[in-house]
């Protein structure tokens, strides 16, 4: 395994013109973009296909989960799927997961965006509460872009089985210290670094010293961000050899249970 292996937990993969993120420029195919997250020293990316959408039917959102499985059967040594799901559509929701995370082995739901995807901040009604119980039944980590204090902490309470990687650290300095306290007091809910944070001189520091190593994971929301910004960003921040395996790899490998070469577990 190389030193300081870096998985990228937070990417959306534009796999056509709908799923396109990047905001400025073109990013190109599938394969170019991997080739900008190697470049920008990211050895594997995860994270499902976005499109914004208001869907009558579920039709457009098993599209983009079959986009994600067949990105993985594409770069199976890259990417790591994650797929979509949406509280509108419970039964097909928990019918999605069982066919992506039960047959095709998927371990990570989301981002689920529901201000792109329209469910605003629908994550802990009981349509919500029963896909991420089914999620958790087939161990699938559950990562979510939401700025409710109050609807994060309902949907962690309500699924206390279910492991949930909330998208940001959030670039003001008491939205950050509020929502480091919440990841600090729910015990299955993580944070990912992707967003706006990172320019924060010593954030890191401050999100370790109060959650804890194991809650952080690292992220970028490519091709939204430039993926360079927040390697570079992580390394120049003084953490110890532990707490730079625990944000790059360890805890993503921990939570989804996907195991590294040559780790033997
Ligand atoms: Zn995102």
Known sequence: MPEREII????????????????????GDPSEQIATLRRAGIHRACG????????????????????????????PEFYIPG????????????????????????????ELVGYLMGFGEEYASRNAV?????????????????????????????VPEAQFVLAH???????FLTRIALVARLSNLHLDISGSGI?????????????GKEKLLFGTDYPINNPAVYVQGALF????????????HGNFRRLTGIAGEGSGG
């Open 83 to 110: 797929i979509q799901v949406h509280p509108r559509f419970p039964e097909e929701s928990c019918a999605e997961i069982e066919r992506c995370c039960g047959g095709e082995g998927v371990r990570w739901i989301g």
């Open 169 to 175: 650290p959030g670039g003001g300095r008491e939205e």
């Open 48 to 75: 499902a296909p976005i499109q914004v959408m208001q869907p009558d039917s579920f039709a457009p959102i098993r599209r983009l989960n079959d986009q994600a499985l067949a990105l993985r059967d594409r770069f």
């Open 130 to 158: 029963k896909i991420f119980r089914e999620a958790a039944r087939f161990g699938a980590v559950i990562n979510f872009h939401c700025a409710s204090l109050d609807v994060i902490e309902r949907a962690c309470r309500a």
């Open 8 to 27: 990228d937990c937070h990417i959306h993969p534009g796999v056509d013109a709908a799923s396109a993120a990047s905001w400025f420029i073109g990013v």
């Open 237 to 248: 921040e003084r953490l110890s050899e532990e707490e730079y395996a625990a944000l790059f």
């Open 199 to 211: 320019d924060r001189y010593g954030i890191l520091r401050k999100a370790i010293d109060v959650a």
